[in-house]
């Protein structure tokens, strides 16, 4: 597949799946694995491949696990509403490596923190902090306050304010 994306001027690299649909990533990433002799495409390669690229693939929601712990903000928020669409957005909630930005854009949405699991994973994220973790924190329980106030991986403000809130009902 070359010149998938003529317009920015690049090359498709032949390590790299491109492609316009979910069903088609599946079966070229399956097709790159067993080319490989591994089980997952080479992601270390993503590196060398221009922002302009990379922002795109992000759009398109291929690499999605990857690209929204990507470091620049731009191209992890470009994952967020790919992501805001699967049935697993709590799998990237609790991802430890998530881009705090893209944590708190998702976080956002009122419908995906409308069920408990959610906002429990938002409040333990060590990525979690400002107002969206002050209005999730308050709607837990205490035995989740106290769980999260030991969590050792949960950011310190969350930590702060699950102690705070305990020390609220026990008062």
Known sequence: MENVYPA???EVLS????ATSSRTASRASSRLARASGCGAPDLEQMVH???AIQRKLAHDGLFAGYFICNARDAIALETVPYVLRLPDVLAFIRLPRINGQALHTIAKDKTVMRE???RLAFCR???AKGP???GQMSSLSSTDWGAIARDRNASQRAREQAK???AQVHA
Not at 15 to 18: G, I, M, N, P, S
């Open 116 to 118: 408990y699991a959610h």
């Open 8 to 10: 920015l001027g690049y």
């Open 15 to 18: 390590h790299v799946c491109f």
């Open 125 to 127: 994220n060590p990525w």
């Open 164 to 166: 705070r809130l305990l």
């Open 49 to 51: 491949i221009p922002l």
């Open 132 to 134: 969206e973790l002050d």
